[in-house]
């Protein structure tokens, strides 16, 4: 799920007005060891309400969705908290998941579910032509998470709404996650405070993600939305091409995501939060299941925790088992976007789990043989996925298919795509791949195991150095393309 | 001891630059409103462009309100100049990388892909016309050129080269090996032996000649053609309207080296501003008019296409001319300010020229031109890029007056033989009228003594009506009706 947002982390706009003024808010109230409670209070109501006009300025008045969410689901959460008996609580907590997912189903899937209807039964139904709310999916989860961890009495309703308010739509996860856990946060919002530490490696964080986004995800990006460009116009491409798109792709989702983690993860770290991390090197799994494990942390947890294990998880019949795996895989696609596509995306997964459950463990498996089979399997079995998740309908994804099989006749037009394959492209392709094989992170373990106690200083000069000139350039970057002459059709 | 101490102070140190980075902006940008300090926002001017405003809240939807704050930020950085310079510099000229639509090719030229100047895409052959957009084309040339006839003008179009067709030899390695069937090639196919081949002119030859013997003919970094590429063109329209039916018009010579006459407005000339980069055209009986003295107003008023016109001393010639930016901008800035002192380097001979701009006319416009300036040429620009783009304006009259002009003569007194013919019917002036709650007034078509055929028709000079077949026996009589009409003529083909 690729964002787009107008107060994107990577416009002038946050980066140079929004993101200093409430750092600074911040850090004035909270630089002590040991802020007072009135102090946190302040900073928390600082934040909603900073989050909250971070939200209206991309989406105006869907912000009024967003507030009716967060009091929705304070008062239910309040109410299940409060309830005595059992029953009541499980008809308090089923009507607050039944709202937010009514809120989904009509912002989100009534259309998809519209047309699906209208072609199926050829029928005509009106579609609403609702526009989509920003970060929808990430905030009814994220709600529909807390009631249900009230109702397990896993966590205590809060009693502040600008507590709830803030957990809820906290600028750096709202509108692409990672999805936060009341449970996860529910102790900085009541203590935190901003130390040295903490920020200085927040801000790391944050700086190297904005340098992930644009660097790398922005460049492979920008070939492959114009490889695919042609698949949406019918048109097949050059298998070499196909093949650049696809690993541009494959590299784009992956540093188009964790970047925009790491930028959500820094921020709340300056804010004086822990996020949860939401991707471990995926592209290093050796099965899919591990990549599972491995990609979008929060989310497949969040399945688990509350879809698959309620639905029996993996303790019950085989065949019950699968099936709960393809439901829960069909579910997580869905999630995604309200599209064919994404439900045959999560069926592929589904599968593919299902496959590798019902597969016999070979002893091959064990040994480093194996392991570079099970990870040339993972990577083409997830890259194939991806030509599902990026195309927009089945023939797109069977023309890319074909293009990449070298069996599509090959239109003339797609011999523009020679002017992007470009020595940046390159160069920032190679550097995504280094970056996701892990290598970089486990020779820093390495170094830092190494380095004496003497050095730290050095080896923090040298890591702040490479992240400081990534940054630089990100930043460069991101002003210099406002470069934009002779656009007369803006007059 | 001191190691540990030196982590921490690393840490505020880096945090510190970054948020003096992060926060400078901001700081600068309200610094220089508070306290007037010297402003150091730069940079779009350069771009030819309007800096985007701050916002007028109460006219934006409240969505678009984040948007157009960071397209005000993102217009007014401080030092915005500088770092814009750089980072192109950096990706067009080390990098040689594509910026969105821009591709950077040899020695600092831009040229352009996809959208609405696919150059690139037509140089490679990417673009093929179908047989149903060539025919198009013919139609409308065909078409345009008996309406303009019939309405007592002639008829020029005039498609101009595109950079990467002048100058392929700064195109990207990967593209310029690879040159296809462009779109104006396979038009040139099409008109060849068509009705109106001569009132289409393509100028890439001349300009490609022009390029090989060392000639610059566009601007580096923006698809317009240069001030020597502007001159060219109109020099070239000049001389093709000379040629072919107004040998009394003269052409504006360019200049490198103007002389002192010429510099200083005594004599007819052209040259290229070297602080501008724009064509200086000196020309004595000229005496522009502020665009807002057009009296032809058509629905749409994007600005800037509101029409120009420019009056001066000449031979009473009148010229109704649409073209794009293409044209315009090396005469002017897009400045509203840069509209008084428009020059054309088209000689002497016309002494009313209008210009509008982007503006591809249809039937209604042009007969709104007619009506109010009765023109002796209408010449209409366009890139050859754009040929693919379809055929703008091509609507039943140019159908009808496109079959008039390819049908065989036939006199109207004929042979009497009942049969299928084309009418076309021009008169010198209508006039409505008088006298409330009249019906529409309209040129009716009789023969036999029964009506045959009619049509609705503006009031105004020099109006004409092409009817669509009609059957009957000859001899057709017109007649006005609700009106009436001086100098009429009727002309019969099949």
């Given at each position: 799920m690729l964002v787009n947002f107008n107060m994107l982390f990577t416009s002038l706009t946050f980066l140079a007005v929004f993101l200093p003024i409430v750092l600074t808010a911040s850090w004035i109230l909270l630089h002590s060891r040991e802020p007072r409670r009135p102090r946190i209070a302040l900073s928390n109501a600082i934040l909603l309400l900073s989050s909250l006009l971070f939200y209206f300025w991309g989406e105006g008045r869907g912000i009024l969705l967003l507030c009716a969410c967060i009091a929705a689901n304070f008062l239910f959460a309040l109410t299940i908290d409060g309830a005595r008996r059992q029953g009541d609580r499980k008809i308090l907590v089923v009507a607050a998941i039944v709202i937010d997912l009514a809120a989904l189903a009509v912002f989100k899937y009534a259309d998809f579910a519209t047309r699906g209807v209208n072609t199926v039964f050829g029928t005509k139904f009106h579609e609403l032509g609702i526009a989509l709310p920003l970060g929808i999916s990430f905030f009814t989860f994220q709600a529909m998470s807390y009631v249900i961890d009230v109702y397990r009495r896993d966590v205590r309703a809060t009693r502040s709404l600008v507590d709830f308010g803030c957990y809820i739509s906290m600028f750096p996860q709202l509108v692409a996650g990672p999805i936060v856990r009341y449970s996860d946060i529910e102790r900085s919002l009541r203590k935190r405070h901003t130390g040295l530490l903490q920020v200085s490696s927040g801000m790391r964080r944050f700086l190297a993600g904005l340098a992930r986004k644009v660097l790398i995800a922005n460049v492979a990006g920008d070939f492959a939305d114009r490889a695919w460009a042609f698949t949406e116009k019918g048109m097949g491409i050059h298998p070499a091409y196909a093949w650049l798109a696809l690993s541009a792709y494959t590299l784009q989702i992956y540093h188009d995501f964790a970047g925009y983690s790491d930028m959500a993860i820094g921020i709340g770290r300056m804010l004086g939060f822990n996020f949860p991390e939401?991707?471990?090197?995926?592209?290093?799994?050796?099965s899919v299941r591990e990549f599972w494990r491995r990609w979008h942390i929060s989310l497949s947890t969040w399945f688990r925790d509350y879809l698959y294990i309620p639905l029996?998880?993996?303790?019950?019949?085989t065949a019950r088992a699968c099936i709960n795996n393809l439901a829960v895989f069909a579910l997580c696609g869905l999630w995604h976007g309200a599209s064919v596509m994404f439900l045959a995306w999560g069926v592929w997964h589904g599968l593919l789990i299902v496959a590798e459950r019902l597969a016999p463990d070979s002893p091959l498996s064990r040994t480093r043989a194996g392991g570079l089979l099970g990870y040339a399997r993972t990577m083409a079995a997830v890259a194939l996925g991806w030509v599902l998740f990026r195309s927009q309908t089945p023939d797109e994804a069977w023309l890319f298919i074909r293009s990449l099989a070298g069996s599509a006749s090959i239109a003339p037009e797609t011999r523009l795509l020679a002017v992007d394959a470009h020595p940046l492209l390159f160069a920032s392709l190679a550097v995504g791949a280094l970056l996701a094989s892990g290598l970089p992170w486990h020779l820093r373990e390495w170094a830092s195991r190494r380095v004496g106690s003497g050095r730290r200083a050095a080896f923090a000069l040298a890591e702040w150095c490479a992240v400081s000139a990534s940054a630089a350039i990100a930043l460069l970057s991101i002003a210099g393309g406002s470069y934009n002459p002779f656009i007369y059709f803006r007059f | 001891m001191q190691a540990r101490g030196l982590r921490p102070a690393i840490d505020a140190a880096f945090m510190a630059f970054w948020m003096l980075i992060l926060a400078a902006i901001a700081i600068l940008r309200m610094s220089t409103a508070a306290w007037g300090w010297p402003s150091p926002v730069s940079g779009v001017a350069e771009e030819n462009r309007i800096p985007s405003p701050w916002p007028d809240f109460a006219r934006l939807p409240s969505a678009s309100w984040g948007r157009a704050i960071d397209a005000w930020l993102n217009d007014s950085f401080p030092f915005r100049k500088a770092v814009v310079g750089f980072y192109r510099h950096v990706r067009f000229?080390?990098?040689?990388c594509p910026f969105g639509d821009r591709v950077p090719g040899d020695s600092g030229t831009i040229f352009l892909r996809g959208g609405t100047w696919p150059e690139i895409d037509d140089y490679l052959g990417a673009i093929s016309l179908g047989d149903e957009m060539k025919d198009d084309w013919r139609t409308l040339i065909e078409g345009r050129t008996a309406w303009a006839e019939a309405h007592g003008a002639r008829y020029l179009e005039v498609v101009t080269p595109v950079k990467i067709q002048v100058h392929p030899e700064h195109a990207p390695w990967t593209v310029k090996r690879l040159p296809g069937q462009s779109s104006r090639k396979q038009l040139e196919a099409a008109m060849r032996g068509s009705f109106a081949e001569s009132n289409i002119v393509f100028l890439t030859g001349r300009f490609r000649a022009a390029a090989m013997e060392g000639q610059t003919l566009f601007y580096s970094e923006d698809h317009h053609v240069n001030a020597l590429g502007c001159w060219m063109v109109y020099d070239s329209m000049a001389e093709t309207l000379r040629r072919m039916w107004f040998p009394q018009l003269t052409k504006t010579p360019y200049f490198d080296n103007p002389p002192d006459s010429v510099a200083q407005g005594l004599a007819a000339g052209a040259f290229t501003?070297?602080?501008?980069?724009r064509l200086v055209v000196s020309a004595p009986g000229y005496s522009p008019r502020q665009y807002r003295e057009l009296d032809i107003v058509f629905d749409e008023r994007r600005y800037p296409s509101i029409p120009v016109r420019v009056r001066r001393k000449g031979d009473g010639l009148k010229l109704a001319m649409r073209h794009d930016s293409f044209l315009r901008f090396p005469l002017s800035s897009w400045r509203r300010g840069g509209y008084s002192s428009l020059a054309i380097p088209l000689g002497d001979g016309f002494n009313d020229i209008a210009m509008f701009i982007f503006k591809r006319f249809s039937t209604a416009e042009l007969d709104k031109i007619a009506g109010a300036m009765a023109p002796d040429v209408i010449v209409e620009q366009f890139p050859?890029?754009?040929?693919?783009l379809g055929t703008a304006g091509l609507d039943d009259t140019m159908r009808r007056a496109a079959a008039f002009g390819r049908a065989g003569t036939a006199p109207n007194t004929a042979d009497g033989r009942e049969g299928r013919y084309l009418a076309m019917a021009s008169f010198s002036k209508i006039v409505a009228g008088k006298?409330?709650?009249?019906?529409p007034l309209a040129v009716v078509l009789d023969a036999d003594g029964r009506q045959v055929a009619t049509a609705p028709v503006a009031p105004g000079l020099r109006r004409a009506i092409f009817f669509g077949e009609i059957a009957g026996r000859p001899p057709f009589k017109l007649r006005i009706s609700n009106g009436k009409a001086a100098r009429s003529r009727l002309e019969i083909r099949r």
């Open positions: 939401n991707f471990n090197l995926p592209y290093t799994s050796k029996g998880g993996s303790r019950c019949s | 000229h080390a990098l040689r501003d070297p602080a501008s980069q050859e890029c754009k040929i693919s006298g409330p709650g009249r019906s």
